[in-house]
């Protein structure tokens, strides 16, 4: 239902003829593909020249047990080690420059804005294969590992460092308007009330990055990182099968993305539980007038057994909340809520109440 709302809002809704036009299209594409990869089934059943690409003989090797323990999880740790690392450092990085563009400060901003722009600039692959030459030439260990890393954490953290300073200002100005009313500071305004709730807003499309991350990582095969599809490559070198190692390959990555998509579109229903909604109250049992428990019926009690006023009937009769005592003839009775026997002279009141009416009653008798 919500999807349907949604694209009603972008375009209007096909009419009986529309949704049949619409199906017949749908058809007619699904054939067409279908006859598109027959096609190419044919072709590599018996290609013009080389080996049947559909014979077990190929596709044995890829699948094979000591395939996966030797090459495609060995290449697949290698992938998310680099993956979840980078993704921790562009966070990190897109927190600390995204920030810096919102500050008050024009040089902090100017400066912060400088590095963003040229992070989103140059390629990754580009900066991959600088670093790593960079690495090799100061003799740090692992430079093709730490190359891939840093290049996914500059450019990753130039996005996530936009997504911060668009999501803070998306949010409305009067949170803003009411920090400063209320005496922070600009800064104090943007750590405390303005980039917390962009965080939370910004998390679906971070998670949505991880999967560009997770993805990119494959450029570091070409300055011979072994992650998974380099591993796959090996493999294929090994049994001249280079087509069924990467088709396995591409379908480890696509389970990966997918898992990882399916996360981001969890993740907003999952926060949302988390935001302020209107809370209903609990329903409250009525308790009994004789229940144990109901503090103020025995306070009532415990006023009767006292006899206040030198043991004097009370004229008033003592409503106390909580309490389910009905009262007869409730139009002559009078009220005193939270009756307090330290203060007689209500008591007194109520007697010169009571000889009044008794004095006018007899009054109006005799005439």
């Given at each position: 239902m919500a999807a349907n709302n949604e694209s009603a809002v972008l375009f209007d809704q096909p009419g009986p003829k529309g949704r049949k036009t619409i199906r017949i299209i749908n058809w007619i594409a699904g054939i067409i593909f279908a006859i598109v990869v027959v096609l190419i089934l044919?072709?590599?059943h018996n290609p013009p020249d080389g080996e049947n690409q559909l014979s077990w003989e190929l596709w044995k090797p890829a699948l094979?047990?000591?395939?996966?323990?030797?090459?495609?999880?060995?290449g697949l740790w290698a992938t998310i080690r680099a993956s979840l690392l980078a993704v921790v450092g562009a966070v990190v990085f897109g927190?600390?420059?995204?920030?810096?563009?919102?500050?008050?400060?024009p040089l902090v901003r100017v400066v912060s804005g400088a590095i963003v722009e040229f992070a989103r600039a140059v390629p990754v692959l580009l900066m991959m294969i600088f670093f790593w030459r960079w690495f090799a030439f100061v003799g740090l260990p692992s430079p093709a590992y730490w190359s891939v890393v840093l290049a996914l954490i500059i450019y990753n953290g130039s996005v996530v460092a936009e997504l911060v300073r668009s999501g803070v200002g998306n949010l409305p100005d009067?949170?803003?308007?009411a920090s400063l009313a209320l005496g922070l500071t600009q800064t104090q305004s943007l750590m405390q009330i303005e980039v917390p709730q962009a965080i939370v807003a910004m998390l679906p499309a971070a998670v949505t990055q991880l999967v560009v991350v997770l993805k990119d990582t494959a450029l570091g095969s070409i300055i011979m990182y072994t992650d998974l599809l380099?591993?796959?490559?090996?493999?294929?070198?090994?049994?001249?099968?280079?087509?069924q190692t990467l088709v396995v390959a591409g379908v480890i990555y696509f389970i990966a993305c997918w898992l990882l998509s399916r996360l981001a579109e969890w993740l907003p229903s999952r926060l949302q539980q988390h935001t302020a909604a209107p809370t209903e109250p609990e329903p409250v049992?009525?308790?009994?007038?004789?229940?144990?428990?109901?503090?103020?019926?025995i306070a009532v009690a415990k006023e009767v057994e006292e006899l206040p006023l030198g043991g004097t009937d009370r004229q008033y009769h003592v409503h106390h909340r909580g309490t389910n005592a009905s009262i007869h003839q409730w139009r002559q009775t009078k009220y005193v809520q939270g009756y307090d026997a330290t203060h007689p002279e209500s008591q007194e009141e109520a007697d010169k109440e009571k000889h009044f009416r008794l004095h006018h009653k007899k009054s109006d008798e005799e005439e």
């Open positions: 044919m072709r590599l094979d047990p000591e395939a996966w323990t030797d090459f495609y999880l060995p927190l600390v420059f995204g920030i810096g563009r919102l500050m008050p400060n009067g949170q803003r308007e380099q591993q796959s490559r090996r493999l294929g070198s090994m049994y001249f099968n280079i087509l049992v009525p308790i009994a007038a004789g229940d144990p428990s109901n503090v103020n019926q």
